[in-house]
């Protein structure tokens, strides 16, 4: 059935990936070339961790202000442009996975085959999730090399919207678009793929921000104490100025904030399931 | 004698009120090629969808060789009105498929049928014709090496000459594995060649069912003066009056004996389907019982 499942949607997987690849070799020239940009700068001592490079004035660091203005526009341009990427991706390739084939009524030919109609389900789900579980893995790793540099180079935006968008999060977030899609689609709301695509980004969107604000909140955080408080520059500041997360809950951050989305996701592919099931000829 | 397919008391109700099929009782036995003839809306995909396990009865129950369809997926072959097949796929793909998803699958027949049709293996679906189409799904389900298989409007697409090669390779494949066919059609005078037992359906019931043989024995066509059938201890199918004559399909009785002026023969097959389709509209509903 994997076999099937793979020959009927591997032009599907093919323009993802086209679409994934294209998206990560721009970040990655980006990222290159911001790296080369700030190369000099490194050797003349001007950048150092904890620091921002406008703090140090040598005699080599004369052009680093520069560094802010030329790559401003990658920051809004990926943070936003991967999750909404994956997640386009995702809602396009959950949509007609079953929908598609009630419409052209091939689920009589294939649910009529010796193959029960819960291996049939759980092999295209797989499939396709296992495909794009690699996709947006591989978009959360460009990003992550991509906006290195940036930040060496002080561009520091508000960094929620970054932890969104590199590392893990990609991988939650196209399996949540993808399952929310496939449940819309398969749940005969909207058979047509196009509408079901836009019922499930907009349904995405809002269950994205949910699950952001429940992270963010629900997570313990650190206080920063005493009369003039200040949050390390690679911490999230939560509200106020008070209190944040360290950088070194990134990773456990990561990890609460995929597991959720996947939570969300098991949670979508099994009303998609019943949908499926329960579904007459 | 088994039963290959067997309904008992099977129901479908659609939406709130609106039954697809009730009260479905029939036994086809091993073997045996089905027609299902009915109009259009009396119920024949409904059935057919139950057998092969694509809806859930919402009463009674069918069996597949004494198991429920769902689990009895790999002895069903079944072939979906129109012939639906994935359209981007290449007929080598689609056979492909039928290979891994069915453990019985023959490759080689497969093959070999696909090439005496002449279809390109390298087509893709949607490059087909309809005919082509619903041969390329024949040969999925035969390669399948099923016990019964399940047809709904198989020759809806087919020319005559494509028609008579598909029938004779249904013919041939069943007696050859002992498969029972249960196909519907509309083509009532094609099916008498081929079909040996006979199941019609109205308006969602089974209104008559059994041995092609047996039913034609049982039956009578009369035709006499107008309303002769007023008259003495028939039971009536139907009957139709033309130019002074009324010609009625009635159920023999060794009682009831051909009056002077009547004249009796034992039905066709046409006759005898037609009769019944006929039924709600010309006879009283005691006759039918």
């Known amino acids: 059935m994997t076999w099937f499942a793979w020959r009927q949607h591997r032009g599907q997987a093919l323009w993802a990936a086209l679409t994934v690849a294209a998206l990560c070799v721009l970040m990655l020239r980006v990222g290159l070339h911001a790296s080369h940009t700030l190369a000099p700068f490194r050797a003349a001592g001007c950048i150092s961790p904890g620091h921002d490079p406008g703090e140090r004035h040598g005699s080599g660091c004369a052009g680093l202000e520069g560094f802010g203005p030329d790559f401003n526009y990658a920051i809004p341009l990926f943070e936003l442009g991967v999750p909404l990427v994956v997640a386009v991706i995702g809602a396009l390739v959950g949509a007609p996975l079953v929908a598609r084939e009630i419409e052209q009524r091939t689920h009589l030919a294939a649910w009529t085959q010796s193959v029960p109609r819960r291996r049939w389900y759980t092999a295209k789900v797989l499939t396709a999730a296992t495909g794009l579980a690699l996709t947006g893995l591989l978009a959360g790793l460009a990003n992550d090399r991509l906006q290195r540099p940036l930040t060496e180079g002080g561009l520091t935006s508000s960094r929620w ?58 997570t313990p955080t650190s206080h920063t104490t005493g009369p003039r408080p200040s949050v390390p520059r690679d911490g999230w500041i939560i509200h106020g100025n008070s209190s944040y997360h360290p950088a070194s809950q990134f990773w456990p951050l990561q990890v609460t904030f995929l597991i959720t989305l996947l939570v969300l996701a098991t949670g979508l592919l099994a009303f998609g399931w019943r949908a499926t099931r329960t579904r007459g000829a | ?102 453990p019985r699958f023959d490759t080689a027949l497969a093959a070999e049928r696909i090439g005496r049709l002449d279809i390109p293996p390298r087509a893709r679906i949607h490059t087909l014709s309809g005919g082509q189409r619903a041969q390329v799904a024949l040969t999925m389900v035969l390669a399948k ?3 019964l298989l399940l047809l709904d409007e198989p020759l809806a697409n087919l020319d005559p000459l494509a028609r008579r090669d598909f029938l004779a390779s249904m013919f041939a494949a069943c007696t050859e594995t002992g498969a029972a066919v249960v196909f519907s059609s509309h083509a009532v005078g094609e099916l008498e060649r081929i079909c040996d037992y006979l199941i019609v359906l109205r308006d969602g019931r089974v209104r008559l069912a059994g041995d092609i043989d047996d039913l034609r024995g049982d039956h009578r066509v009369v035709s006499g003066p107008a309303g002769w059938p007023q008259s003495g201890g028939w039971s009536v199918i139907s009957a139709r009056s033309t130019a002074g004559r009324t ?43």
Not at chain 1, 162 to 175: D, H, K, N, R, Y
Not at chain 2, 249 to 260: I, K, T
């Open chain 1, 161 to 218: 919207p970054w932890f969104f968008s590199v590392g893990l999060a990609p991988v939650g977030e196209i399996l949540l678009s993808f399952a929310l899609a496939l449940a819309v689609a398969a749940g005969a709301w909207l058979r047509r793929t196009l509408p079901a695509v836009g019922i499930a980004l907009a349904g995405f969107l809002a269950l994205l921000l949910c699950t952001g604000r429940a992270v963010q909140t629900l």
């Open chain 2, 145 to 147: 090496q099923p016990d």
């Open chain 2, 1 to 102: 004698m088994t039963a290959v397919l067997c309904a008992d008391g099977l129901g479908r109700r659609y939406g709130r009120g609106t039954w697809g099929l009730r009260d479905c009782n029939v036994d086809v036995p091993a073997g045996r090629v089905v027609a299902l003839v009915g109009p259009n809306g009396s119920g024949k995909t409904t059935l057919l969808h139950l057998a092969a396990g694509l809806l859930p009865p919402s009463a009674g129950t069918v069996h597949i060789a004494g198991l429920a369809p769902a689990r009895q997926l790999a002895r069903i072959g079944f072939v979906a009105q129109d012939a639906p097949l994935w359209p981007r796929l290449r007929v080598a793909d689609v056979l492909d498929a039928g290979r891994h998803l069915n």
């Open chain 2, 247 to 289: 010609t009625a399909l009635v159920r023999s009785d060794p009682g009831a004996v051909a009056g002077p002026g009547l004249d009796e023969s034992q039905p066709t097959f046409d006759e005898l389907v037609l009769g019944y389709l006929d039924d709600a509209r010309h006879t009283p509903q005691e006759a039918l019982a």
